[in-house]
């Protein structure tokens, strides 16, 4: 699931680079992890524990490879890949410049599930193999029994996620699927709104009745419609003022637009890029000439609300001076 913008507590941690690809951890996912570890200590003493917190390892290990589906195919499309962060909901990897093009988010969209199945398809032929040697061989040891239940719990933990993930639940991965095969035929802005519709009403759905399944269900339903309604005000921002009659004109209109490129491509929906944070935090003597100077009268503002003004400021810092 390539969307994200809030990490939880805590600064994340640097793990180490794949194909020079940061992979960040947010502490609060550890924190987390051995907090349900514990929960199991009465039912099943340390050893339930211990295995609950490598169950769980091994779901995050997934979400890993996972993002690396998706970041490396990114890498291979030519798109910049700022990192990947592991997270108490999944994982998120976060794209710089992401282009409006249907066929480049489809295929990166695509790859993340298509690890999950390939690595529930290995596992699965593993279990087929020892199956066979177990027949071959009747008595099996301890390890082996411990081997296999790994191997079907990657196999049940990879299909769900992979099928999970490709939900129209937009801007998860079949979200995302969707919004690049409405762009097609509406164009961009109009699939992203479409696209983001669908993905509130599976949104409410989690938060509604998720809880009957797991309570972390609910959980990404909220997250799923903030971020669902953030990347939609960033492709409409980076569209507005195009041509006669956009809801932002002139300099400030560029201006924003911009940013929203700069800002709104990453996490298939994601977090703040460093880069683009800086641009926003940079005092007016310190931007380049070819920015627009946002304390400048020389142009007058149109269509530019106190509300506009607090949502750009709730997702990119301060743009006014006290």
Do not use: C
């Amino acid at each position: 699931m390539t969307i994200g913008f809030f990490n939880g507590p805590g600064r994340p941690w640097m793990l180490g680079r794949v194909r020079g690809i940061p992979i960040r951890l947010q502490p609060f996912l550890l924190v987390l992890m051995g907090l349900l570890a514990l929960l199991q200590l009465d039912t099943g003493g340390w050893q339930a524990a211990l295995m609950t917190f490598f169950a769980m390892g091994l779901v995050m290990g997934s979400v890993l490879l996972h993002e690396l589906g998706h970041a490396l195919m990114a890498q291979r499309l030519g798109v910049r890949v700022i990192d990947i962060t592991l997270w108490p909901l999944g994982g998120i990897a976060m794209l710089e410049n992401m282009p409006e093009d249907s066929s480049t988010e489809g295929a990166i969209a695509i790859a993340g599930p298509l690890v999950n199945f390939v690595i529930a398809g290995a596992a699965s032929l593993a279990l087929m193999l020892m199956g066979l040697l177990g027949q071959l061989i009747p008595m099996a040891t301890t390890a082996q029994l411990g081997f296999a239940q790994i191997l079907a719990l990657l196999v049940m933990v990879n299909v769900i996620m992979g099928t999970f993930n490709l939900l129209p639940a937009f801007p998860m991965d079949g979200g995302k699927l969707l919004r690049s095969f409405l762009a097609r035929k509406d164009g961009w802005v109009r699939g992203t709104e479409r696209a983001a519709r669908v993905g509130r009403v599976f949104a409410w759905s989690m938060i509604f009745f998720g809880w009957q399944w797991t309570l972390m269900l609910p959980f990404l339903g909220f997250y799923l419609l903030f971020a669902g309604k953030r990347e939609l005000l960033m492709v409409q921002l980076k569209h507005a003022g195009r041509g006669a009659g956009g809801i932002f004109g002139g300099d400030l209109g560029e201006m924003l637009r911009r940013a929203a490129q700069a800002g709104a491509a990453g996490s298939s929906g994601g977090a703040d890029a460093d880069q683009t944070q800086d641009n926003w935090q940079r005092s007016p003597r310190q931007a380049p000439a070819n920015e627009v100077n946002i304390e400048s009268p020389s142009k007058p503002e149109r269509g530019f609300s106190e509300e506009d003004i607090r949502r750009l400021e709730a997702q990119r810092g301060r743009l006014r001076r006290d």
